[in-house]
């Protein structure tokens, strides 16, 4: 069949970063989206985007992820962009569509030469060796929420510098230069939103997202390519020094392949993690019961971590390319068509998760989406666990009760969501 086309209310509010401010009509949209058309045609009303089948059932957009034959990333935007923002990316990197060129933006035989660079080092076995480290840090951590108590927000006091810190140190980056990184990936990241690219200007143009993102990206790649001249003239043993020095059938990285290794590492290595850690932390808070069920129970730490990735789905979306015709869910794709594989419609499908909008640390055959599947799944899950696993045990012994002293605020972003704000009011063992 051919799947009919959104109406401009509907196309609009998919495309409109607002909407995953708001939290729950945006899984209201989605939820009516995946019943009656769970593969949309979605067209813009103004004529600023190129049209994208919109992809809601977990069903089609696991078989999307692991099907990296048929469903490419490389030839389109791997990210929702307008129809400018791909020019401009296009124009600035030789041709691209993307202006990182990450591993999330790239394909065999490419992608599996630069993913094999680093994949081993974020192994269970090797992060053992940082794992008192990172204990370590989250002590501080929660030190500092204590010291900031009875009332504080955990976003900036926690969840923001907490991961950071973490792929920092992997990375390389000395601290003091941990805050530019951080409002980099913000204004990269949260280029949608005016608290979070710092310009404090609401209803910003596409354009104008788009110059904050480049100013970014940049920087970034000024900072990198600072760092990498450093670690070839003085190897130490950190990821950075196996950028600088890692080859690809004998020849060093590209400039572009690069800067994109380090900024993905640097920049979605804590974003993601940060968002899933306040999610994990307002559920608790919303909810006495669960949060004293986990503290006399420290089995369920596991469950929390993994319930709030899925929960929170820190990365909203990517997009594929169709290459060849295929039919999903009864709708025939063309070859050539650009895909938006939903990854918050996916894992709040009813179908996959018995009563998807509930915060469930003992859900079972926790399935969900958030890092991905098949050959592009996050290369960094492992670490994401690992820091939310320990920190969350460190809080769970300094505090005795957590609430809410206020309203949460999730930030304006189609691509990477979250919470920018979370205050809470707690009392400390």
Partial sequence: MNAPVASAETALAVIDP?????????????????????????????????PFWLVTRHDDVMRISKDNVTFLNAPRPSVFTNKAGEALA?????????????????????????????????????????????????????????????????VPLVSAPYPLHVVMQILGVPEEDEPRMLFLTQQMFGGQDEDLNKSGIANLSPDQITEIVLGAVKDFTAYFESLAAKRRANPTEDVATILANGTIDGAPLDPLDLAGYYIIIAAAGHDTTSA???GAMLALARDPEQFAKVKADRSLVAGIVEEA?????????????????????GVKIAKGDWLMINYVAANHDPAQFDNPRKFDATRD?????????????????????????????????????????????????????GLKTLPLRFSAS
């Fill in 276 to 278: 899933s850690t306040a």
């Fill in 18 to 50: 607002k909407s995953y401010a708001a939290w729950d009509p945006v899984l209201d949209l989605f939820d009516s989206i995946r019943a009656d058309t769970p593969v949309l045609r979605i067209e813009s009303p103004t004529g600023d985007h190129e």
């Fill in 309 to 329: 990735i899925r929960w929170t789905t820190p990365v909203q979306h990517f997009m594929r390319m169709a290459n060849d015709d295929v039919e999903l869910s």
């Fill in 90 to 154: 296009r124009s600035i990197t030789g041709g691209s569509p993307n202006l990182v060129q990450s591993l999330v933006s790239l394909d065999a035989p490419k992608h599996p030469k630069l993913r094999r660079l680093t994949q081993e080092w974020f192994m269970p076995k090797n992060l053992r060796v940082i794992e008192a480290d990172i204990r370590a840090l989250a002590k501080r951590t929660v030190d500092k929420l204590i010291a900031a108590g009875p009332e504080a927000d955990f």
């Fill in 365 to 417: 055959h926790n399935r969900h989406l958030a890092f991905g599947a098949g050959a592009h799944q996050c290369l960094g899950l492992h670490l994401a666990r690992l820091e939310m696993r320990i920190l969350f045990e460190e809080l769970l012994d300094r505090l005795d009760s957590v609430e809410l002293a206020g309203e949460p605020r999730r930030a304006s972003s189609t691509f990477v969501g």
